[in-house]
């Protein structure tokens, strides 16, 4: 979190630890609003109760932080323009911590207890698939805003049919096919990465080798190292990949993990000695702050959102108003958690109804046009498929850390896995 912002306790001080309803004059009245296909405002019993969960303690609390910021920001612009369909909408935060049954836990506590209508959150990939039968047993929609391991749309979605789950961020596909994409361009052939060891680094590291490798034969991958979650120490990593000698350097480090990396690579030299660079969630808000200046140039990134793409009105207006509001710039998970509420207003308006079946067909197919641009939720598999930029990191006096120019936009359509996620042409690079 910035400097500038408001300390932690301040901000929970703010937003409540409990149930979340906006007052009547909310920021921006709904005027900053995506628009939606439907117009259709059926009566329904409110409230409607969203129990939302992220990760809010820890050295990943900052994550918790923004989903606050989104996801209250919806609810105070909808609540000001009289609810979803005419009922105020509620919003209660649970922290998820990483481990898996705490995600189970808050779940059950939401609908069970609360009486949630609705779901939203998840910061781990290892708690989104844990919590994927679990949906199907409560049978309440979870919009997942953060975690991104494809499995669980291809697996629990399409293949085994659990209709409950939906994601509205980016997943897997941008951090390990598109980087390769971007990559081929590249003079670069001997490749090296240092990467969480758990489902999301491993995932993400096999989808890069084996499309550059499909994009552009010859490449090589001459060093890797895996390190555990909670890493403070990347200096036997760093040794690792340099020692190789590489061009070109790949890592899906994330959050303060991806700080404290770049801190001691610099120290390293390593990015003097290696002229491409990828971090896939580098352009994450967090840690372009983190870093500040201290970010390197011309280091190629990317995220699930980012705040200057796309140049339109609705994302231009409501980054004004996001930073009016809470004196930040959103994160990808503050876009998320913002659009997972209209999602949810744009479903139950149109199926007149916050039935669960009735939602599900409500949010299949549906096309939102949100911060991020238009998002179409795919009905095979529930994943929303948009567009973000890559582009190499560069100063600019007008922000206090580091932004993207050469911005480079890939259709998500060309490097997303296509149902029937096996056997030829479904996997990029297509041909």
Not at 12 to 20: N, P, Q, R, V
Request: net charge positive; proline share 6%; glycine share 10%.
């Amino acid at each position: 979190m910035g400097k500038k912002g408001m300390n932690r306790r301040d901000f929970l001080k703010l937003t409540g630890a409990g149930s979340l309803v906006a007052a009547a004059g909310g920021v921006g009245g709904g005027l900053l609003a995506p628009k939606w296909v439907w117009g259709a405002t059926p009566t329904i019993k409110g409230p409607v109760k969203v129990g939302y969960q992220a990760v809010l303690s820890g050295t990943l609390a900052g994550y918790g932080e923004f989903h606050k910021m989104g996801a209250v920001m919806a609810m105070e612009e909808i609540n000001a323009k009289g609810g979803i369909a005419g009922q105020k909408v509620e919003v209660e935060f649970r922290d998820s911590t990483t481990k898996a049954d705490e995600a189970i836990k808050n779940a059950r506590y939401f609908v069970d207890s609360w009486g949630a209508d609705f779901l939203a959150g998840i910061d781990s990939s290892g708690q989104a698939l844990a919590l994927a039968p679990v949906m199907a047993q409560l049978d309440r929609v979870l919009m997942v805003t953060h975690g991104a391991t494809e499995k669980l749309t291809e697996d629990f979605v399409y293949r085994k049919g659990i209709k409950q789950i939906f994601r509205n961020c980016m997943p897997t596909y941008n951090d390990g096919h598109a980087a390769a994409f971007i990559a081929k361009d590249f003079p670069a052939v001997k490749w090296t990465t240092v990467s969480p060891k758990y489902e999301y680094g491993f995932t993400c590291g096999k989808m890069f080798q084996d499309t550059l490798k499909g994009l552009k034969p010859g490449t090589q991958f001459v060093a890797e190292s895996f390190a555990p979650m909670g890493t403070t120490d990347f200096r036997s990593h760093i040794n690792t990949i340099m020692d190789a000698k590489p061009d070109g350097f790949y890592s899906t480090e994330w959050a303060g993990e991806l700080i404290t990396f770049v801190k001691q690579a610099k120290e390293a030299g390593l990015f003097e000695k290696v002229k491409y660079v990828m971090f896939p969630v580098g352009a994450a808000m967090d840690v372009l702050e983190g870093l500040g200046k201290e970010m390197p140039d011309n280091i190629w990134i990317s995220g699930r959102y980012y705040f200057q793409y796309p140049n339109s009105k609705e994302n231009t207006e409501w980054v004004a108003a996001f930073h009016k509001r809470w004196n930040h710039y959103p994160a990808y998970v503050s876009e998320t958690g913002y659009s997972a509420i209209y999602a949810f207003k744009a479903a139950v308006e149109k199926a007149g109804s916050k039935d669960t079946k009735a939602v599900i067909a409500a949010l299949e197919g549906m096309e939102q046009n949100s911060p991020a641009g238009k998002r179409v939720f795919r009905k095979e598999d529930h994943q929303a498929m948009y567009d973000v930029p890559w582009g190499q990191t560069v100063s600019d006096p007008k922000y206090p850390f580091k932004v993207m120019k050469n911005m480079k936009v890939l259709p998500a359509k060309e490097y997303f896995n296509r149902p029937p996620f096996e056997g030829p042409g479904t996997t990029p690079p297509f041909k």
